[in-house]
Each structure stands twice: as structure tokens, then as C-alpha cells.
């Protein structure tokens, strides 16, 4: 069975640009999460979708946003990009919205601003 | 000062040593624990996973929750050069759906 596929894989955009990550979850799973991977802060939650609704939102400035569509896929936005939102972004589905933590995580999105 | 705590290391060890890798955290509302292993370049793969407080083991692998001093170690035994990862603790509270709190993660290098 096909993982959580991620896309793009890699990507460099500049200062005050926006970025737009895909993340497609595993079949059947309708939950999707999303984090942030830096050196200094490791893995931190940005937020958590379930049915096309936002169920959890980390402590991140509105700039971060996402969404989540009705075949389960979901996207997150970063706009006017500062140089600290460089990380890896990493997706995470699992079926449901519970609170055994055992999320099934992409390969990742790797963003660097300029 | 971060909710969990995790040494970064690196810590090496030859193979077929037992390692030892810990977090201590600070809030006491956690309630689920998990080991995530995570390979160069690649996401994060859940380990173990552990409610409340206890061991629990699985092959090589042993998880032990302390509630009463907010600290989660995980044992490896018979350790092997294909463990070498970056090892991230995560817990979460009763409700808190799939927001986990990660620590930074300590690597490890399993030598021959």
C-alpha cells in the first residue's frame, strides 16, 4: 500500500514569496497533520485536519495555513516567507482523528528561503 | 525551557552494546508516549507507543514510561548498524487528537 506521498520534494523560494506543499495520505486514512522539522526546534505541530476540518492548530503565525479536501488530500500555504521558515515540512495521516499518536509521516518537504 | 527534553547527542556505541535513550518532560497531562525513528532524509517511523505509565517491549526494543518522574526511556539491545537514526520521543494529552510534542531527537551511530 502507497505511503504519504509529498510534493514537491524540494524547494527554494525568496523572502516575502508564498509556498504551497501538497500532501497526499495514505488510502483510507482521513486525517492529516502537519510539522515543521528545524535543526534548533526539531518537530513542531503546525496543525491537524479530519474531514475537511481543522481539529488542532500549533502556535504558528497566521501566515501558515492549510486545508484539506473531500478525497482526504491536503495542502498547506506559507506566505510572505521569512528566512526562518526554512525546515522541512513533513505531513502525517493516520485513519482517524484519535489520540494513539501513531501518525504514518511523507518523506517530507524541503523548503529553503532566500 | 521546552516541554520534553532530549538529549541531542551524537552517541555512538559498537555494535551489539545496549543503548539507552531518555526525555523527561514537564507536563504532567501527557499521557501517551511514543518513539519515533527517523533515517536521513527520510520522515519520521513510529517505534513503540506506550499509554500511561509501564514497559513494554517489542523484539529488540523496550519502552518505559515513569509518570512519577516525567521521564520515558527506550532500551535496544543487541544493537546493530541499521539502527544509526535520529530517535525522537513524542507524547500527547487524552484529547489532543495527533498533536504531539516532539523532543529534538538524539542520534545514534551504531559502529561496526
Known amino acids: 500500500k502507497a505511503g504519504v506521498t509529498q510534493t514537491p520534494r524540494y524547494l527554494i523560494k525568496t523572502r516575502g514569496q508564498q509556498v504551497t506543499l501538497s500532501c497526499s495520505p495514505i488510502?483510507?486514512?482521513?486525517?492529516v497533520s502537519w510539522y515543521q522539522q528545524t535543526p534548533g526546534q526539531g518537530l513542531q505541530f503546525l496543525f491537524e485536519y479530519f474531514s475537511e476540518t481543522q481539529r488542532n492548530k500549533g502556535n504558528f503565525p497566521g501566515r501558515f495555513s492549510g486545508r484539506q479536501f473531500s478525497n482526504s488530500r491536503s495542502e498547506m500555504n506559507v506566505s510572505t516567507l521569512e528566512l526562518g521558515d526554512s525546515a522541512l515540512y513533513l505531513c502525517?495521516?493516520?485513519?482517524?482523528?484519535?489520540?494513539?499518536?501513531?501518525?504514518?509521516f511523507g518523506e517530507g518537504s524541503r523548503l529553503t528561503v532566500l | 525551557q521546552k516541554e520534553v527534553e532530549q538529549d541531542p547527542g551524537p552517541l555512538s556505541v559498537p555494535e551489539g552494546a545496549i543503548v539507552s535513550l531518555n526525555c523527561t518532560y514537564s507536563?504532567?497531562?501527557?499521557?501517551?508516549f511514543m518513539w519515533y525513528r527517523q533515517y536521513s532524509r527520510k520522515g519520521p517511523e513510529l517505534l513503540m507507543y506506550t499509554y500511561s505509565s509501564g514497559n513494554k517491549e517489542d523484539g529488540r526494543f523496550t519502552a518505559q514510561v515513569d509518570k512519577s518522574s516525567k521521564y520515558i526511556s527506550l532500551f535496544i539491545r543487541d544493537s546493530q548498524p541499521s539502527d544509526s537514526a535520529t530517535y525522537l520521543c513524542?507524547?500527547?494529552?487524552?484529547?489532543?487528537?495527533?498533536?504531539?510534542?516532539f523532543g529534538t531527537g538524539t542520534q545514534l551511530k551504531v559502529e561496526l
Open positions: 507536563n504532567s497531562a501527557f499521557q501517551y
Open positions: 488510502s483510507g486514512h482521513r486525517s
Open positions: 502525517a495521516s493516520t485513519y482517524l482523528a484519535g489520540d494513539t499518536g501513531e501518525l504514518f
Open positions: 513524542a507524547m500527547t494529552v487524552t484529547g489532543g487528537g495527533n498533536k504531539l510534542t
